[in-house]
């Protein structure tokens, strides 16, 4: 059975950090790419960073600089460290594990910024 389980969300200011992170069980970890997604209230799912199997790394325009997205295959995990929060990084974070012909998703963390 896959799972993602996320965790470090919860209630920040803005202008300062968190770092989440998601581990994965019932995967060969280090073939998957993993990324980083979220949705706001009612806003569509997008892509906030991901990082492939090689370590190949890409980020959403909207967090370029902030977000920093790292793996390490020996603990199957996957982190997003956030700095600079701004409100509008306000939403549920979803950690996701994809390869040829298999996505996986966690259950979302939320992270909310305000002051």
């Known amino acids: 059975q896959v799972q993602l389980v996320e965790s470090g969300g919860g209630l920040v200011q803005p202008g300062g950090s968190l770092r989440l992170s998601c581990a994965a069980s019932?995967?060969?970890?280090?073939?998957?790419?993993m990324g980083w997604y979220r949705q706001a209230p009612e806003k569509e799912r997008e892509l906030v960073a991901t990082?492939?199997?090689?370590?190949?790394?890409n980020y959403a325009d909207s967090v370029k600089g902030r977000f920093t997205i790292s793996r390490d295959n020996s603990e199957n995990t996957v982190a997003l460290q956030m700095n600079s929060l701004k409100p509008e990084d306000t939403a549920i974070y979803y950690c996701?594990?994809?390869?040829?012909?298999?996505?996986?998703w966690g259950q979302g963390t939320q992270i909310t910024v305000a002051s």
């Open positions: 019932g995967i060969i970890f280090s073939l998957y790419d």
């Open positions: 996701n594990a994809r390869s040829r012909f298999r996505t996986y």
């Open positions: 990082i492939t199997s090689g370590r190949n790394t």
